[in-house]
């Protein structure tokens, strides 16, 4: 292969990646307020713009650019459990373009994109090393079927888009964990969205306990209707909450919920889910050596940063 060539192929990669971050770039706006700076996403033409919960945490309104503009924005719906946060500007934008996060494959190219600072967009890039991870920890949160890349989500990237080679969005980038960005997928945003405009409740459903997987003595994998060699045994229990109601106790080990086996803390976020609040669940728990059904009734997390 000539050098000419080689320029040729690197120069006409180049110029792709210039064109999906051009045409992304509008719909990424930046979001300034007391806590810092952070980056926003134009979900629709009626100036619906989707961040980061952190990025607003407790404010009502905040200041957001775009488009050589500096407006301000209502903070109309939160998601904190799940780090979404919907603003609303009075102003038409363009909204970016959402692609398909379902169909995602490891080893795919992506962007991250952000604004934080302006006045324009800046980006870094990727390839997609992870997908459908339950990872959470920070801030409360729990990001379910998470998006793992190794572009780099540099400070104010939070709240910004991961674009396909389309300039579609495929995620939302919400942290960096072990030199890790992690993203929220669109599909999950979507559907936080749909709640927060329709007036549904968001949030996740809560017990009230803290907890640690524990795999299951051999003698405990024998008993009849145990069918998992993990669970989460129980640390605490907060007093008045749904799990203390219920009599779930120190030392249980909790091993499904609703009709759900539970062997991880993944396992038994994805199953918080506001549908099952104030709704009486299952509790399968393993205490002194005998498999106990409770009861619980969940109710929806306190906000608390």
Known sequence: MSSTSSTEILQTLSNAIQ??????????VSISSDGGNGTGIVWDEDGHIVTAY??????NEVQVTAGGQTLTAKVVGKDRTSDIALLKADTKLQPIKRGDSESLKVGQ???ALANAFGPSASATSGIITGVKRN?????????DEAIVTDARVNPGYSGGPLVDPSGKMVGMNVALISSRGIAIPVSKVSQAVQRIVSGAPTGRAYLGIVSNPVQLPEQATRIPGVKQEYGLVVLSVEPGSPA????????DVLLGLGNNNIESFGDLTSQLSQD???????LKVLRAGKLEELTVSPITAPESD
Do not use: C, N, Y
């Open 244 to 251: 203390d109601k219920a009599g779930l106790m120190l030392g």
């Open 135 to 143: 990872i959470g920890g920070w801030w409360g949160v729990q990001i």
């Open 54 to 59: 952190h990025v607003v945490r407790r404010l």
């Open 19 to 28: 064109q999906v971050a051009e045409s992304a770039s509008p719909s990424v």
């Open 276 to 282: 099952i609040v104030g709704k009486a669940t299952k």
């Open 109 to 111: 190219f992506v962007l």
